[in-house]
């Protein structure tokens, strides 16, 4: 079993993610762009986590959590709230490993990731944002079903799960000096510092989020959990209000320092992509992208990581980025 | 010497293209989708030529091409005439190989095109659609300057060039079964044809263009090449009006047909690319995948490679394809 002690998350675990992952997620490909790396003095290399299964990494930390359910316990399921990518990852997951899966979503939540989540087999439970809470929901529901919550972050399962996309970038990637990760509650981030530093020690890891969220920004400073309240941001990935419990002495510990960048920024750096790179990032999926084109590290003349964590955005709001 | 003799481009040729273009072209990455397979019923390997350089197989062909002028010849440079990717393709190969190029564009080509080409170090001459011959006045210059015409099919080291495009896809996925490549003037068809057949004996390759343009298919049923007028189609790239002299009887000889799509199924391609594989394709380099999704071929269980040839197109139109 794994340890809710944060420092029990190592790369062991991350291996063994990998290992339960192998055959069912992407191996996602890494992408260079010589006018990238023209314009940033780097030599970036792009970890396409928007070509993963469900066009977003959340899937990876989903599956390993889910995997690791004794089979006696999956048949009362698992539930978990979001109206994001990890909705849709928990429900993939769990249809993949036969476990029924009920996910809280607001009830004026796209009508697209909706009919995505239910498409892949989830049970969805609406609730109205303005009088209930998804959490009591979500925990009444596990309660009742003796189902299994399975959380957006803070779990060293999903953490985890979510540090293969490092694994990964590392065994493609020799000698990488930089990583920039985009960061929400630090799934992404927490895993992928403990695969980074483990595979390459002295590497900078650098967790990325939009300026009006930066709660990970202020935290690191402080060198406690800061909270602030929910960010307008273009970057519906990263709205979160604080960082984890498990995932924020993981990044205290193995990161190197937090960037934030503009909502216009995200929005350039989607542009690029679509331009330079033909690949479709959300927002918050382009935040380490962003971070990179803005200057916010030192980075001229070094060997860069740069994950794009998602591409799932609304055509019409693509539409409006692109083309104003 | 390459011979004019169209049955003279072996696959020895393009062996020895992909040798030219090592290091200088990227390797495109083979992306698969579960959603896709799904849906078609086949299980499908798409070449990703909307993330080579430039942002089309293009520059393959092109760079293949200078590269085998010899050197002194080179200071007398290249002349091509184009509007689309073959331009930036011929002035990106040219500017690595240290040799000044020409492009003969209309005066009303959009504005990114002619700027992406002059970024990249060409000249560029305009012309009027209505009352001037590009050919002409790019053979004119050619013959001033002593300088080397680069054809944008029509030409052994451009066809060579354009089949290391399918070599690296039968070198990264085993048995393929079907191959289907979009085709405006043929060299990539060709090319494909060429190292496809030779790397799986027995594969069917199919070239894939718009309905308005059926030059190919016509001129596949008829035996031999038919003339139509420009169509009118969104695919862009595919506005030929013949199967060029040199790729029709490889094309003839290799293939096993020639499909047909609509604009609305390339806009539906499209979509589909953006929505699930989160990649941007231009129209003509969705036409594959739009037969694929059409039912244009008997795929089913099978193992199909698609060839994704571009994704430059622009911001707007984009977004009006895809929010219409």
Redesign the interface.
Known sequence: MISRRADAVTFDDVRAAAERLRGVA?RT?V??S?TLDARTGASAFLKCE??Q?M?AFKFRGAYNRIALIPAAERARGVVAFSSGNHAQGVALAAKLLGVPATIVMPSDAPASKIAATREYGAEIVSYDRMTMNRGEIASRLAAERGAALVPPYDDPAIIAGQGTVALELFEDVADLEVLLVCTGGGGLLAGCAIAATAMRPGVAVYGVEPQAGDDFAQSFARGERVEIAVPETIADGQQTTAPGELTFPIVKRLCAGILTVSDEELRAAM?FA????????EPSGASALAALLAGRADVRGKRVGVIVSG?NVD??R???I??P
Chains 1, 2 share one sequence.
């Open positions: 992407h490909p992408v260079t010589r928007n070509l299964r066009g542009r679509f331009e330079r790179l033909k690949l479709v990032m591409g055509a019409a693509y539409a409006a692109l083309a």
